[in-house]
């Protein structure tokens, strides 16, 4: 991480979070190349509750940022801290390059809150001409802007409709054309799909793309993995208030593959010797039984084996013909080895299951 | 500023949806009916009495006199209350309801929020006191054939009461759940009018320790203050006295200026204060 200065300004003094206007640079945000956010030891506690331990990361300008982690790791809370809805306990925060609260940055950020609770007695329209208004656009931005919006989340029908009469994935939607009002630089979505059904989720997921082509910088959060690996260019897992990992998606699902094995006649010992050297992270094994003709390793007694053993490990790139050969070589039957991609769902299976289970 | 004043505005237009104001204009339709009704029912039961020759022993204005400030004084109750239960949610319903989280990050300070709340239930009271006031004073001059003096100051102190009241409630609500301050609020409010008796007592008595309570209450929360001010000025005439007749919601004595720079910096206190706490406050 980076540290801070004049044309990096990732000013945020913990105490007062809310003050703002120290160390501005006079760049207009959108040619600021500073990064998107910087986070720097962030840290939250609600009394003695500790909801975000030690939080560092950085996310650049344009870029699709997926946030992970399991309920409670504290991605809310950062997700709250970043728009000003929670102070900090202590740490440094900036985001569009400005400190937390600068009125500019605010200008250019959109957030759809994860509880999306809003005016149920306003009209669609009416919500979204009084969130345009307090984004300080003019009454003909807002003309153009709002049926805009609408469309884009597929509400065009509807704003005339009280929020009232609408469903909670039209909610959710309603939301999202808030977010994205005022031609923003940052969009966070805090489990944006959570209330839609699967031809909402394509949309949602249509829509982070137009925003990416559109060079906006969008910070995801969303425990539908899938989604998050369809549509990021990085990724961040948080657990326990810490990143767990971070990086590129390439490169984190990349470099190791997933390999099935399908194997019958399994040496209990193989077994062993198979997780001793790779990393196993699923394993099925039926039926004890005894070898059936001579043992390859020598004449001595039957040995005890699994007569049907299915495996899933981790390998680097070039590793499976060893593993076959020791496979073969200790004895077993190989009837399938298949490699697949690790998906984002093995790497926050296995980052998050690391130390076990909360 | 200019978040404070879209907050404002849309304060306004949730009262207006969610149906309060056409209840409180019918109910205060209703109130000006009856007002009217009773005034007019005392001047023809005064003139009916003089036509007998039992002229009463105070001329008809002593009577409307009274009547003028009792229509005040229920302007002032029912601005009151409406002050206290329309503000009662102001922050605390939007924070459990959680619809802060889609305004506050917006580019508005949270400031401008409570001062916008504030703003719009503001000008809704001081539209409404007014429209109350004058409705008052044309029952008092068309029925009654009354006018009172200081129209204009004790309707401006009425606005001042509902104000003070209005300062207090957004003030709890930035700590306590909507039932909560509610109760709190409309306690204190109690508090204060059995303050503004004990106090009128005390001084009629000449005892210095129930006067001290009165006064107590009034630092506390200084609505029933400014409303003894207000019924005061509306009572007093040049020629004669009406403060001969005593009832518990008018004044005989006027409560000091002090007290009214009081409740000015009362209201604007805890209008500050209210924008502080919030300010600091995990939503
Ligand atoms: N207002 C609060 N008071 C106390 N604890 C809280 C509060 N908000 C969140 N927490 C706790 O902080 C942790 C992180 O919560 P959150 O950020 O909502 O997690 P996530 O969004 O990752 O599911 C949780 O254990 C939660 O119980
Ligand atoms: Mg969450």
Known sequence: MQGCSIERPCVYASRHPIETGRLMTKTSLSLDTSPAIYVEHLRKEYGS?????????????????????????????????????VRPTSGRLSVLGRPLGDREAKKRIGFLPELFRFHEWMRAEEFLDFHGSLYGLSRGERKQRIPEALKLVGLEGRSRSRLRTFSKGMLQRIGIAQAVLADPLLVFLDEPTSALDPLGRRDVRDIIRTLQERGVTVFLNSHLLGEVEAVCDR???????????????????????????WVTDMP???????????????????????????????GR????????????????????????????????????????QRSLEDLFVDVVQVGGDR | MGGALILARFTFREAIRKKMVIWVLVLSAIFVGLYAYGFSSLRSNYLERVADGQEPPFGFAVFAGVMTVLGFYTVNFLSGVMAIFASVGSVAAEVDAGTFHAIVPKPVSRWEIVLGKWLGYALMLAAYVSLMCLSVLLVARYIGGYTPPNRVAGSALVVLVSLVLLSLTVLGSTFFSSLTNGIIVFMLYGVALMGGVVEQIGEFLQNDTLTSIGVGTSLVIPSDAVWRTASYLLQQSGGFSIQAIQTPFTASSNPSNAMLVYAVFYAAGALGLSTWVFGRRDL
Do not use: W
């Open chain 1, 301 to 340: 007694a039957p040995v005890a084996v699994n007569t049907e053993c299915r495996l899933s490990l981790h390998l680097s790139n070039g590793e499976a013909p060893a593993l076959v050969e020791l496979l073969v070589g200790g004895g077993a039957r190989v009837h399938e080895v298949t490699p697949r």
């Open chain 1, 268 to 298: 209990e010992r193989l077994l062993h010797e198979v997780r001793r050297r790779y990393r196993v992270v699923g394993a099925e094994a039926r039926g004890q039984g005894q070898a059936r003709g001579p043992a390859p390793t020598g």
């Open chain 1, 49 to 85: 509750k500790v909801a975000v331990q030690d939080l560092s990361l950085q996310v650049e300008r344009g870029e699709v940022f997926g946030f992970l982690g399991p309920n409670g790791a504290g991605k809310t809370t950062t997700i709250k801290m970043l728009n000003g809805l």
């Open chain 1, 235 to 261: 990724v961040a897992i948080i657990k326990d208030g810490e990143v767990a990992a971070l990086g590129p998606k390439a490169g984190l699902l990349g470099g190791e593959h997933v390999v099935e094995v």
